[in-house]
């Protein structure tokens, strides 16, 4: 989502668009109901950690694996759902 542009929450994005979408997967798998929150996590986690390993190892590659964090606190927040 481009910044400027509202979410179905009318509250708009920000910078860090990674974080926030998965911030907002979190909030949206935590209102779903249960047919909806285990077709995201056989389907859509595992994509998303297959993506959040390729970005740690190029952020580690750079020597910036630090901006990762807050991206894999929230991936863990999700599986926790």
Do not use: D, Y
């Not at 998965?22 to 996590?41: D, P, V």
Request: hydrophobic share 30%.
């Amino acid at each position: 989502m481009p910044c400027g542009v509202a979410n179905k929450e009318g509250r708009p994005c920000q910078k860090n668009t990674g974080f926030n979408e998965l911030r907002l997967l979190a909030e949206e798998m935590a209102h779903s109901g249960n047919a909806a929150q285990e077709k995201i996590k056989k389907e859509v986690l595992p994509q998303l950690r297959q993506e959040t390993e390729k970005l740690r190892e190029k952020l580690r590659e750079l020597g910036r694996e630090e901006e990762i964090k807050p991206l894999a606190v929230e991936f863990e927040k999700i599986q926790k759902i």
